[in-house]
Nanobody
């Protein structure tokens, strides 16, 4: 069973930075891709960024390109989301996600490809 635990959320002023972490356990971390999603109140959960198993390939939502960076440390079983130049519209609960065991390399933006989720961490950006 895959377990994902996010940390690093908080309250920050617009223009500030935060780094989210997601610690994974339950299967070999380096075998599968990882992703970050977010969900604002009354909104659907949306894709933010994803990274391949090696860390060499990444994808980003248009709304965060140039501001957010996803990375991973396979030795620490952890994926990160560095968020810079934060805006009030970035306010949401942020979730890390792992793909199905059947498709470990999946790192597309489609939420249906992810079977494992963390509990989420709140990010609030004040104006």
């Amino acid at each position: 069973q895959v377990q994902l635990v996010e940390s690093g959320g908080g309250l920050v002023q617009a223009g500030g930075s935060l780094r989210l972490s997601c610690a994974a356990s339950g299967r070999r971390f380096s075998d599968y891709a990882m992703a970050w999603f977010r969900q604002a109140p009354a909104n659907e959960r949306e894709f933010v960024a994803s990274v391949s198993w090696s860390g060499g390939l990444t994808r980003y939502a248009e709304s965060v390109k140039g501001r957010f960076t996803i990375s991973r440390d396979n030795a620490k079983n952890t994926v990160y989301l560095q968020m810079n130049s934060l805006k009030p519209e970035d306010t949401a609960v942020y979730y890390c996600a792992a793909p199905s065991t059947d498709t470990p390399g999946y790192y597309d933006p489609d939420i249906d490809g992810y079977d494992y989720w963390g509990q989420g961490t709140q990010v609030t950006v004040s104006s």
